[in-house]
């Protein structure tokens, strides 16, 4: 822990190591979630007594493009057997960027007491220690949950319009074939969620990877701040509103400008690039 307060950031208490994690792994207070992209990893193996938070069954209203209300918040909480005040640490596969994405879904309910394991599900690994077929069983909890807050650090396709019109600072954390308008998904991946390429008009373009180091881990606050201050110009006192294609990828960018660097006005547009690619008469530059 010492390691991750010595790199400046601003909240060093939302990340906890993977040593921390070792040492806590039979804490009452304290539930281990993986959340990652691929849902078959967490079955292969995983960190002995964490529990899967899928993101497309358990974060996603199963009908409408939006995100599980109240009551299926409180029954989420209550199947893994959290409460109020357990600690919730959460690591993943892709650097995090899913274990972002759950943290900020959860603290759209208002449950901060959340952090993230440094490094991920890379670095457990690659450090050797243990893992675990077992799916734990925790015993159900009577949680209740406040109601859905989107106002603070979600941003709705009008807050888009609204921010364009104030010239306020966006950043566009996909790839730069994405962004440039010649790929409407990731390398590799299917081309397919958007009638349109590009990018948000003046979106400072910060691929999300930027903000880690080859092992996962998060970069420190000054090579941040080289990133998104003095290369993109942001500043901590701007109100930014960051989006990718679906929400996911911009997960990890809030979190990184809003706990790291200690923004306080960040917003993450989950309708991204599939709504804004596919809106009617929005501007769009390539």
């Excluded at 440094?118 to 893992?131: A, C, I, N, T, V």
């Excluded at 440039?180 to 373009?205: C, D, F, T, V």
Aim: net charge negative; hydrophobic share 35%; proline share 6%.
């Amino acid at each position: 822990m010492t390691e991750i307060a010595n790199r400046g950031y601003v909240h060093p208490e939302m990340l906890v190591s993977t040593e921390w994690v070792a040492e806590h792994l039979d804490d009452p207070q304290v539930r281990v979630v993986e959340s990652n992209e691929d849902p078959l990893l967490y079955p292969s193996g995983h960190i002995p007594g964490a529990v899967q938070v899928d993101w497309t069954e358990d974060l996603n209203d199963q009908v409408r493009r939006d995100y599980l209300g109240q009551s299926g918040f409180e029954a989420l909480m209550s199947r893994i057997g959290v409460t109020p005040d357990t600690t919730v640490v959460f690591y993943g596969d892709k650097n995090n960027w899913w274990a972002c994405y759950a943290l900020w879904v959860f603290q759209l309910f208002g449950h901060d007491k959340v952090k993230v394991m440094d490094g991920g599900r890379q670095k457990w690994q690659d450090e050797g220690r243990d893992m675990t077929r077992e799916v734990p069983h925790y015993p159900a909890t009577q949680y209740k949950a406040k109601a859905r807050d989107d106002s603070r650090i979600r941003a709705f396709r009008d807050d888009v319009l609204k921010h364009l019109d104030q010239n306020g600072p966006l950043v566009d954390v996909r790839s730069p074939a994405e962004y440039k308008g010649e790929l409407l998904h990731m390398p590799n991946y299917p081309q397919e969620g958007a009638l349109r390429g590009g990018h948000i008009p003046g979106a400072k373009n910060v691929p999300w990877a930027r903000a880690v180091n080859e092992d996962g881990t998060f970069k420190s606050a000054d090579d941040l701040k080289a990133i998104y201050e003095q290369e993109q110009g942001l500043k901590s006192t701007d109100d930014v509103i960051a989006y990718c294609r679906i929400g996911e990828r911009s997960s990890h960018t809030w979190f990184v400008l809003t706990y790291l660097l200690g923004y306080p006005h960040v917003r993450n547009y989950d309708g991204s690039w599939t709504e804004w690619g596919n809106l009617v008469n929005v501007p769009i530059e390539k």
